[in-house]
């Protein structure tokens, strides 16, 4: 059974799996990583984990889900923003074949997300379905009768930067007012402090004093969840999918959350379509593996067709 690498770069970590065909886990590493160190940093640490894995479990082909929108024919991020400063250019498929002489793929990360939980989570059995991914910023995909919509610049289902506030707060896409800026991890950080006066380094800190009942992380989780609903009933409203999957960090804490997001979702039947990412944060890893996966049945297919000729 052929099994393949499917790695995940995130703002402040790359997480990554060597699975096989059915979706079994042979090996796993990861690395913090700090964005802000730039391109080789992040490369480097890309290389470290991608390496360990080999060493664990020898696979046939690499995966590589990425912020950004990513050109999934030449393995390129076409654009980036700062929050993964000189990403923008890289060519993440050509690095990676030529690093670890392997065919390799890559794809945006919200996209590689959906996939993974289309194949192994949430989405199993569905045709239609939409991603909604909230980490260091906010990711978004969506999938028509089966098949990933990219978009003709690759940006299909970039939800985070739709405008939820016109005029609203500055983004680091050049627009103001996008939702990246209201529901992503780094915005619930953000609105804690303006709401408590409290700083605050990780989420799970206004998760922790939200579960003891105090008033001012609830304050804030009721704030962000509003935000959040206005959001997912956009996307259901203009997508109509059969499930809206969230996916992320913040996902982890929704025993905390999930009620005070039901109550704000105003959208007819908008909240049985809303579903939590069964994989967590490995579902970008198993999307990215299921590309290096479907790059060799490609390959293969194409190595059938040229026998037969």
């Given at each position: 059974?052929?099994?393949?690498?499917?790695?995940?770069?995130?703002?402040t970590?790359?997480?990554?799996?060597?699975?096989?065909?059915?979706?079994n886990?042979?090996?796993?590493?990861?690395?913090?990583?700090?964005?802000?160190?730039?391109?080789?940093?992040?490369?480097?640490?890309?290389?470290?984990?991608?390496?360990?894995?080999?060493?664990?479990?020898?696979?046939?082909?690499?995966?590589?889900?990425?912020?950004?929108?990513?050109?999934t024919?030449?393995?390129?991020?076409?654009?980036?923003?700062?929050?993964?400063?000189?990403?923008?250019?890289?060519?993440?498929?050509?690095?990676?074949?030529?690093?670890?002489?392997?065919?390799?793929?890559?794809?945006?990360?919200?996209?590689?997300?959906?996939?993974?939980?289309?194949?192994?989570?949430?989405?199993?059995?569905?045709?239609?379905?939409?991603?909604?991914?909230?980490?260091?910023?906010?990711?978004?995909?969506?999938?028509?009768?089966?098949?990933?919509?990219?978009?003709?610049?690759?940006?299909?289902?970039?939800?985070?930067?739709?405008?939820?506030?016109?005029?609203?707060?500055?983004?680091?896409?050049?627009?103001?007012?996008?939702?990246?800026?209201?529901?992503?991890g780094s915005?619930?950080?953000?609105?804690?402090?303006e709401?408590?006066?409290?700083?605050?380094?990780?989420?799970?800190?206004?998760?922790?004093?939200?579960?003891?009942?105090?008033?001012?992380?609830?304050?804030?989780?009721?704030?962000?969840?509003?935000?959040?609903?206005?959001?997912l009933?956009?996307?259901?409203?203009?997508?109509?999918?059969?499930?809206?999957?969230?996916?992320?960090?913040?996902?982890?804490?929704?025993?905390?959350?999930?009620?005070?997001?039901?109550?704000?979702?105003?959208?007819?039947?908008?909240?049985?379509?809303?579903?939590a990412?069964?994989?967590?944060?490995?579902?970008?890893?198993?999307?990215?593996?299921?590309?290096?996966?479907?790059?060799?049945?490609?390959?293969?297919?194409?190595?059938?067709?040229?026998?037969?000729?």
């Open positions: 059974m052929r099994r393949v690498i499917g790695v995940d770069i995130g703002g970590a790359i997480k990554g799996l060597v699975l096989d065909e059915m979706g886990v042979w090996a796993e590493a990861g690395s913090v990583t700090e964005a802000r160190q730039g391109r080789e940093a992040i490369l480097g640490k890309l290389y470290t984990v991608i390496r360990e894995l080999l060493e664990a479990c020898p696979a046939e082909a690499i995966g590589i889900a990425s912020a950004g929108r990513v050109n024919g030449s393995g390129e991020v076409v654009y980036a923003t700062d929050n993964l400063p000189g990403w923008q250019g890289v060519q993440l498929a050509g690095w990676a074949e030529a690093t670890f002489a392997l065919p390799a793929a890559a794809d945006n990360d919200a996209n590689a997300a959906l996939l993974g939980e289309a194949w192994q989570g949430a989405g199993r059995g569905r045709r239609s379905l939409a991603m909604l991914t909230l980490g260091t910023g906010v990711g978004g995909a969506f999938m028509i009768e089966g098949v990933l919509s990219r978009g003709k610049r690759w940006s299909g289902g970039d939800f985070g930067h739709s405008i939820l506030f016109p005029g609203g707060r500055p983004c680091n896409c050049g627009r103001r007012g996008c939702a990246e800026q209201y529901v992503s915005a619930l950080l953000r609105l804690g402090q709401l408590t006066g409290r700083t605050y380094t990780h989420g799970s800190e206004i998760m922790a004093e939200a579960r003891r009942g105090e008033p001012g992380a609830l304050r804030v989780l009721n704030d962000y969840t509003t935000d959040l609903a206005v959001v009933d956009n996307i259901a409203v203009t997508l109509d999918p059969e499930l809206i999957v969230i996916g992320g960090g913040v996902i982890h804490d929704r025993d905390v959350w999930w009620k005070l997001l039901k109550n704000g979702l105003q959208g007819e039947g908008v909240y049985p379509m809303v579903a990412a069964e994989l967590g944060n490995r579902a970008g890893c198993f999307g990215a593996a299921k590309l290096a996966l479907d790059g060799l049945r490609r390959q293969a297919e194409s190595y059938e067709q040229e026998d037969t000729a």
